[in-house]
T-cell receptor, first 115, second 117 residues
Framework: AQTVTQSQPEMSVQEAETVTLSCTYD???????LFWYKQPPSRQMILVIR??????QNATENRFSVNFQKAAKSFSLKISDSQLGDAAMYFC????????????FGTGTRLAVRP | ETGVTQTPRHLVMGMTNKKSLKCEQH?????MYWYKQSAKKPLELMFV???????ENNSVPSRFSPECPNSSHLFLHLHTLQPEDSALYLC????????????????FGPGTRLLVL
């Protein structure tokens, strides 16, 4: 079974600085997608960024980028120029071809942004 | 309304009550999901519906009863719940095709915070 591990329950970053959230996963599949979701205090889970395992190029979305290390099964999220609105829970999720549409989530990292 | 909406946002119920959670998606998707989010635990997938047909029941106790009358609406009927069922219940939707279901992004609603006394 696939597992997703987020080893940092809480992180803190100064406004305008850069922070990296870590995520590792375990799978025997070669064809899968990885996702980072953000859950602000409003509780609405929002997709931040996604990465296809077959793409070597790391995905980027404005201030958000990933460091995808397939061999190490690592998928970290880098937030540049952190803003107060980035404060939220961040969840890493995995979906493999054999899982169909059933996502496997990590336990989340709570990010605080200091003004 | 846009995206995925859920009502009510907050619910307090006794163990003998019967209540229902409602989810509606306005994205034209064909699949809908119920997740349970408890503190310090990963999101747990409960049920999956695809084109109104239940395709997944993740060993959920029978006190949770889902209903999907059409591709836009999903309900979760609750009866004789236990205090440990207190959690955030999230609904999501997507448009998975058979060949590439794992590629599709799921879009989530804001959740219903449930407290069972």
């Amino acid at each position: 079974a696939q597992t997703v591990t987020q080893s940092q329950p809480e992180m803190s970053v100064q406004e305008a600085e850069t922070v990296t959230l870590s995520c590792t996963y375990d799978t025997s599949e070669s064809d899968y997608y990885l996702f980072w979701y953000k859950q602000p205090p409003s509780r609405q889970m929002i997709l931040v960024i996604r990465q296809e395992a077959y793409k070597q190029q790391n995905a980027t979305e404005n201030r958000f980028s990933v460091n995808f290390q397939k061999a190490a099964k690592s998928f970290s999220l880098k937030i540049s120029d952190s803003q107060l609105g980035d404060a939220a829970m961040y969840f890493c999720a995995y979906n493999g071809r054999s899982s169909g549409d059933k996502l496997t989530f990590g336990t989340g990292t709570r990010l605080a942004v200091r003004p | 309304e846009t995206g995925v909406t859920q009502t009510p946002r907050h619910l307090v119920m006794g163990m003998t009550n019967k209540k229902s959670l409602k989810c509606e998606q306005h994205l034209g998707h064909n699949a809908m999901y119920w997740y349970k989010q408890s503190a310090k635990k990963p999101l747990e997938l409960m049920f999956v519906y695809n084109f109104k047909e239940q395709t997944e029941n993740n060993s959920v106790p029978s006190r949770f009863s889902p209903e999907c009358p059409n591709s836009s609406h999903l309900f979760l009927h609750l009866h004789t719940l236990q205090p440990e069922d207190s959690a955030l219940y999230l609904c999501a939707s997507s448009s998975p095709s058979k060949a590439s279901a794992y590629q599709e992004t799921q879009y989530f609603g804001p959740g219903t915070r449930l407290l069972v006394l």
